[in-house]
């Protein structure tokens, strides 16, 4: 059976080239990603997000991102949420450095020897909020994180179907309805497996038409479900590829 | 911004790297454009922050406007170029630091956070294909 979406949180930190905290946001959440929580985090380019990178946006959009800025523009908080969605964090070293009593960092191609604290001191606090956001619910469609309730379950589920067959059978929650859809995970990874040319020009945002052509093979959809359906499998398919994406580094 | 020119000695040309901050050749561009606007062309380049761009700071789209940009990047996606170009900039020249490799194959670049000595000999020749392209855009514009 296809693995399942696991979870993970993005870090999108500024880098700012011109000054010495946008190097440390950058050295910082390399830290994290390699050192401090790397089976939990991945990087977002902040320039792919223009630059077309439709499996960032999708990710943002799916799962909770850490804004890491060097000053008060905040351009990785601003364009994470202008182009995808809002942060689930934001982090300014700014406030890191107010608050630890640390030294400004100077330098910016080779920071001085006294960035070092400053740079584990904002590793440590994006760490922190990984490790909040990964206990905590996450809201795709608003963007926050929701207040836990005890049964809580993902968007997007997949399990063994109950017949005994081995048929995996994806539930996506729509609107709080449970909509189940067999067989939707292995079409998924071939359709995945398939791009470009599956899907052409429509990258993640949206669906290949052959891939709900493929669902309806395995599905009998309800004349007046097909708009649900399609929501459905357009739900899981973002969730699917922000996921292959993540992974991919 | 990084590499300000000193008195009457306006810019001429502008470099952008494509600050990916995931893998080495990323790495790379931003260490080469250091290079040229610190050490080879402190009076005559300066770096504008690729965030700067993306996020459409006025001040950012202005500086990569009217004069020639050259872009550094580190994978096919080309985000320097593309942003650039989407600000209103003339990117003048690109670079990818496959291509830089490709020339110069005994530099095997590794590392992110911290490039090896391979990596670091990338950026310095990557930066060296830039002033001389700094130069024939000078050149050509009778600077």
Redesign the interface.
């Known amino acids: 059976m296809p693995s399942l979406p696991q979870r993970k949180v993005g870090i999108v930190?500024?880098?700012?080239?011109?000054m010495a905290e946008?190097t440390v946001t950058?050295?910082a959440?390399?830290?994290v990603?390699?050192d401090l929580r790397p089976a939990e985090t991945?990087?977002i380019?902040?320039?792919?997000?223009?630059?077309?990178?439709e499996g960032d946006r999708a990710f943002a959009k799916f799962y909770p991102t850490i804004a890491v800025d060097g000053c008060e523009?905040r351009?990785?908080a601003?364009?994470t949420e202008?182009y995808s969605n809002k942060p689930a964090a934001s982090l300014l070293v700014d406030d890191i450095i107010a608050a630890r009593g640390l030294a400004r960092p100077q330098g910016?191609?080779r920071l001085s020897a006294d960035a070092a604290p400053l740079i584990d001191a904002l590793a440590d606090e994006i760490a922190a909020e990984v490790d909040r956001l990964m206990d905590a619910r996450w809201s795709r469609s608003e963007g926050v994180v929701l207040e836990a309730e005890a049964d809580a379950k993902p968007a997007v589920n997949s399990a063994a179907c109950a017949c005994g067959s081995g048929v995996p059978v994806t539930t996506v929650e729509i609107d709080g309805r449970a909509i189940q859809i067999m067989a939707l995970e292995p079409i998924m990874e071939m359709a995945y497996a398939q791009k470009p040319g599956f899907f052409g020009e429509t990258g993640f945002r949206e669906p290949p038409a052959q891939l709900m052509n493929t669902v309806r093979l395995y599905n009998t959809i309800p004349d007046d479900q097909e708009a649900v359906y399609a929501e459905a499998v357009q739900t899981a398919w973002q969730a699917y590829c922000a996921e292959k994406e993540s992974t991919r580094? | 911004m990084t590499g300000q020119p000193v008195e009457n000695a306006p810019i001429k040309t502008v470099v952008v790297p494509c600050s990916g901050i995931g893998k080495t050749y990323g790495t790379v561009t931003r260490e080469a454009a250091y290079i040229v606007v610190e050490e080879l062309a402190p009076e005559t380049t300066r770096i504008v922050p690729l965030s700067l761009l993306v996020l459409g700071d006025e001040d950012a789209q202005a500086a990569v406007r009217g004069v020639p940009v050259i872009t550094l990047d580190g994978c096919k996606l080309a985000c320097a170029t593309v942003n650039v170009g989407e600000a209103g900039g003339h990117v003048a020249r690109e670079f990818t630091v496959l291509d830089c490799y490709r020339r110069n194959k005994q530099c095997k670049p590794q590392g992110i956070a911290e490039l090896n000595e391979g990596g670091l000999a990338l950026a310095r020749a990557l930066a060296e294909e830039v002033m001389q392209a700094a130069g024939e855009l000078m050149e050509a514009d009778g600077s």
């Open positions: 930190a500024c880098s700012g080239e011109e946008g950058r050295l959440a390399l830290k990603l390699e991945v990087t380019c902040l320039p792919l997000f223009l630059a077309g990178g523009k351009c990785a601003r364009a202008l910016m191609r580094g």
